[in-house]
């Protein structure tokens, strides 16, 4: 996994070399990989987060390459309870939201000269060496919040 989010998979066979088993290109960088067995125990899965909050799933089977996301994958039964839960959460948002927009007309009285604004973007960046080309790579991502 790199920050330049290519994910390679490597074999190792009994006196050979590395074997590229799979490989992918993602569109943004990884920031945390894992295996496990997430969706079934016949076969262990990569589990890949990228820095986004993606979270994707790669099988580990020779037949099937795509990555999954866990929202592709899960199913929620729609109940009365799983309704009557999800109005609670609409209405607690709206709620919330309420009392951000009270608080934040309330900073904009008080600031007067000044606008309260959110963020637009959020930006992740590195800088790191490359000693055999003698220079610093650097690496600036920025991600609109949605």
């Known amino acids: 996994a790199r920050v330049n989010g290519s994910l390679e998979v490597y074999g190792f066979d009994i006196n050979s070399e590395p074997e590229l088993k ?24 990569i589990v890949v987060a990228t820095y986004s909050g ?6 580990n089977t020779k037949t099937s390459k795509i990555p999954l996301s866990f929202d592709r994958q899960l199913s929620i039964e729609e109940s009365g309870q799983t309704q009557e839960k999800i109005e609670k959460l609409r ?16 900073y904009q009285k008080e600031s007067r000269e000044l606008i309260a604004s959110e963020a637009q973007f959020s930006i992740k960046h590195s800088f790191t060496l490359l000693p055999d080309e ?5 690496a600036i991502e920025i991600w609109p919040l949605v």
């Open 91 to 106: 209405n607690e948002i709206q709620t919330l939201e309420e009392q951000v927009s009270v608080k934040r007309n309330l």
């Open 22 to 45: 799979f490989s992918h290109q993602l569109a943004e960088s990884i920031t945390s990989i894992d295996t496990g067995y997430v969706m079934s125990m016949d076969s262990g899965d």
């Open 54 to 59: 993606k979270v994707l799933r790669f099988l």
């Open 134 to 138: 003698a220079c610093y790579l650097l």
